[in-house]
């Protein structure tokens, strides 16, 4: 977990001029996915109004969708933003345009950068540009673990708490990137099973 600035206070109103904590999914599977993941991390650090408070580790994980594709790394971070969830999307997307992303209609294809709006403070919303929590929260290890080692406590908005989420999904195939410059690339293991915090353990 990487602390990124000091914690101001925050609250979880949607109101335009008081922030509220986001949390948002990262991934990438194309051109280097680990440096896509750490300039994405920045560039979100200067969106307009909007903070990185901490983020996950990074995760390589197996492609979920067509399996004949690059494993991808994945990661979690926390926001406080003051965009409103709807300019907040749009800024994700400019992101993942400005690093490359190219959308060939293959659902879950290979990607430069993926970057998907998964809470807005305690939103719930259906619209057809925007799905609160995001659908895929509940069942995705490459979400549920990297937001578990940042939020443990988390309650998830009409579906309950991340520790009963995490029971029911499996960690199978997730690994913690070794990222240390000293070290050569590799990956660690993380503990399978309930517990929110993956283990390190060299392979
Ligand atoms: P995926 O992340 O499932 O691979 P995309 O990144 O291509 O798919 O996003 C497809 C659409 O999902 C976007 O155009 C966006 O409008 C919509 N969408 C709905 N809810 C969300 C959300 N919470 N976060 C990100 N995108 C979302
Ligand atoms: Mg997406």
Not at 40 to 51: E, I, S, V
Not at 92 to 100: A, H, R, S, V
């Amino acid at each position: 977990m990487n602390a990124a600035h000091p914690t101001a206070p925050l609250t979880q109103s949607a109101s335009a001029s008081q922030a509220v904590i986001c949390y948002v999914g990262l991934g990438a599977n194309l051109d280097h996915p680990v440096a896509q993941l750490q300039r994405a991390l920045q560039a979100l650090d200067r969106l307009p109004g909007t903070r990185l408070r901490q983020h996950s580790q990074l995760y390589q994980n197996p492609p979920m969708g067509p399996i004949d594709q690059p494993d991808y790394v994945n990661a979690v971070a926390e926001l406080s933003s003051t965009l409103d969830p709807f300019a907040l999307l749009q800024a994700l997307q400019d992101l993942e345009q400005q690093q490359g992303r190219t959308r060939n209609g293959v659902r879950w294809g290979p990607r430069t950068l993926d970057l998907d709006l998964l809470l807005y403070g305690q939103q719930q919303m259906q619209h057809p540009q925007l799905t609160l929590p995001h659908p895929g929260l509940p069942m995705r290890a490459f979400v549920l673990y990297p937001l578990a080692e940042i939020a443990p406590t988390l309650n998830i908005p009409g579906l309950g708490s991340l520790t009963t989420l995490l029971a029911h999904c499996p960690a199978e195939g997730l690994q913690p990137v070794l990222t240390h410059p000293q070290q050569p690339c590799g990956v660690w293991q993380v503990q399978v099973g309930a517990s929110a915090a993956p283990r390190k353990a060299p392979l």
